[in-house]
T-cell receptor, first 112, second 112 residues
Framework: DAGVTQSPTHLIKTRGQQVTLRCSPKSGHDTVSWYQQALGQGPQFIFQYYEEEERQRGNFPDRFSGHQFPNYSSELNVNALLLGDSALYLC???????????FGSGTRLTVV | GESVGLHLPTLSVQEGDNSIINCAYSNSASDYFIWYKQESGKGPQFIIDIRSNMDKRQGQRVTVLLNKTVKHLSLQIAATQPGDSAVYFCAEIHYGNNRLAFGKGNQVVVIP
């Protein structure tokens, strides 16, 4: 049984560019949350998707947007990249039936 | 891979000794608490959880203690092994918003 799958694993982008990160949730999970983890910090909540809609959002600008597809997979889009967006982006899936979260290994984004 | 633990408090422990990692949480209304382990280049991995109506829960080699009076959570690891070397995060959830809020991490280094 595959856990949470994220792609790509590493990515290098230039300031001002746009990026799309992808996440496939664990089988049986219907909710996807995205987190940003800067080096040496704990993960920070970006937003959460359920039933193809953004259900909650953390303190991140509108440059960060997302999408959830009918198969529960999700994308995170970041526009107009800044150097400060360099971080590990984590996807976590969960089920509305219980509070267990499963994390993927993340996408390491470097903005130069 | 890159270290997750830069600038984090570090606990150095001799192999075979017990480890205690502490965490102060912020929301007195949180309902559920989780300890995660994060190894370099990987996403957070679930260790153990505890509900707010409990003060202690034991797993295999791990024990979580919850003190709601002072909003303090601790993780005890018995007979620490080299594979326990990682960064450890506590996280809290309030059932009303169903999002994980992570505390500051602690790096554990096991000395063989």
């Amino acid at each position: 049984d595959a856990g949470v799958t994220q792609s790509p694993t590493h990515l290098i982008k230039t300031r001002g560019q746009q990026v799309t990160l992808r996440c496939s949730p664990k089988s049986g999970h219907d909710t996807v949350s995205w987190y940003q983890q800067a080096l040496g910090q704990g993960p920070q909540f970006i937003f959460q998707y359920y039933e193809e809609e953004e259900r909650q959002r953390g303190n991140f600008p509108d440059r960060f947007s997302g999408h959830q597809f009918p198969n529960y997979s999700s994308e995170l889009n970041v526009n107009a990249l800044l150097l400060g967006d360099s971080a590990l982006y984590l996807c976590a899936s969960s089920s509305t039936e219980h509070y267990g979260y499963t994390f993927g290994s993340g996408t390491r984004l470097t903005v130069v | 891979g890159e270290s997750v633990g830069l600038h984090l408090p570090t606990l150095s422990v001799q192999e075979g000794d017990n480890s205690i990692i502490n965490c102060a949480y912020s929301n007195s209304a949180s309902d559920y608490f989780i300890w995660y382990k994060q190894e370099s280049g990987k996403g957070p991995q679930f260790i153990i959880d505890i509900r707010s109506n409990m003060d202690k829960r034991q797993g295999q080699r791990v024990t979580v203690l919850l003190n709601k009076t002072v909003k303090h959570l601790s993780l005890q690891i018995a007979a620490t092994q080299p594979g326990d070397s990682a960064v450890y995060f506590c996280a809290e959830i309030h059932y009303g918003n169903n999002r994980l809020a992570f505390g500051k991490g602690n790096q554990v280094v096991v000395i063989p």
